[in-house]
């Protein structure tokens, strides 16, 4: 069904050769990469209520237990599957998989209100800036807005696309574990905690009013999310902003853009998996991209700062994180991961 890969191989590291129980442990999900995301987002739920402090807003953790909940009964099974007695490959390939969707639950749990505390900050906006760019591109966003309004049909398929990043962005984590290509499955892991952690910093320091309100114009989108969307701009830079629920959480709208680089993770994590899978997500994601700017949501600046933002991604993880070639050759089943 999917692309013949292995998921038994150990997570190395140049120059290093890791030992059989550091090997047993890799093929469950503990190894260097997970582990330093697990620091990365210990650092960051530090910052975060260094920043809710200083900002006077309350996150109501409590609002959003059925995500916490569920974080919980993945941790669960990872450590029944650690501790029960036997071995097997699919069982390994759970295990990572799990550990993955856990680190990925976090994250998420923790970045989503830090971007209402990054606003409350009240930093100047850039759109003046953002806008200048565009046009010395030779872009102008609302004349492309105007343009897709035209096309009704086109609107209704780039909303769709729009839309669909939750699904998509846990997609690589069900598929790349069945598929057994844990490279894929860490370096999108590492993609997603980059994007979020780099998105977050310009979000703090670089907010914008977005495209559409600073140009003056209305976005293709439902009038009820842009109403949300500036409402709780307007009580954040105001500094009235400071009850903080699960239901207030929709998504801001930042430069540079983690809807595409999120998007672009997703199609780069499934690049190897067979054709049927990866040509319809790319296509999706195409659309996805395009809509940030035809649906007059996000300036064409914000995407050329989204594939700088992955390519120092990128180049981070290959030059220090990429499993080298004498540490990922297919290992057997010697040992138990329940010992």
Not at 148 to 169: H, R
Not at 186 to 197: D, N, P
Not at 205 to 211: A, G, I, Q, R, S
Not at 221 to 243: D, I, K
């Amino acid at each position: 069904m999917f692309a013949p890969q292995t998921l038994t191989r150990p997570l190395g590291f140049a120059d290093r050769r890791p030992s059989a129980a550091a090997r047993i442990w890799a093929d469950i999900g503990w190894q260097r990469l997970s582990q330093i995301c697990l620091g990365l987002q210990s650092l960051l739920f530090v910052a975060s209520l260094a920043l809710y402090r200083v900002t006077d807003i309350e996150v109501r953790w409590s609002s959003d237990l059925a995500l916490l909940a569920l974080a919980g009964a993945f941790v669960g099974a990872w450590i029944a599957l650690v501790a029960a007695p036997g071995d097997s490959i699919p069982r390994r390939r759970v295990a990572e998989g799990l550990a993955a969707c856990v680190l990925f639950l976090v994250l998420i749990q923790i970045t989503a209100p830090m971007q209402y505390g990054a606003l409350a900050l009240r930093r100047p906006f850039v759109d003046a800036w953002l806008d200048r760019a565009d046009h010395s591109l030779g872009v102008d966003v609302a004349q492309l807005t105007a343009w897709t309004a035209q096309f009704p049909w086109l609107v209704s398929i780039l909303n769709a696309a729009y839309n669909s990043l939750a699904p998509q962005l846990v997609a690589p984590l069900i598929l790349l574990p069945l598929a057994g290509d844990r490279d894929a499955l860490w370096e999108y892991v590492w993609h997603l905690h980059t994007s979020l952690v780099i998105a977050l910093i310009c979000l703090a320091l670089w907010p914008t009013v977005y495209v559409f309100t600073y140009r003056g114009f209305d976005p293709l989108v439902p009038p009820e999310m842009v109403e949300h969307c500036m409402r709780q701009l307007s009580s954040l830079h105001a500094g009235t902003f400071h009850v903080l629920t699960s239901q207030d959480m929709q998504g801001l709208i930042s430069f540079p853009s983690f809807h595409t680089a999120a998007a672009l993770a997703v199609t780069w994590a499934l690049r190897r998996q067979r054709r049927w899978i990866w040509m319809p997500i790319a296509l999706l994601n195409i659309g996805l991209v395009s809509a940030t700017v035809l649906l007059g949501l996000h300036y064409v600046t914000d995407l050329i700062g989204t594939a700088v933002m992955l390519a120092a991604s990128l180049g981070v993880y290959r030059r220090f994180l990429q499993p080298s070639e004498a540490a990922t050759r297919p290992r057997a089943l010697t040992a138990s991961v329940g010992r």
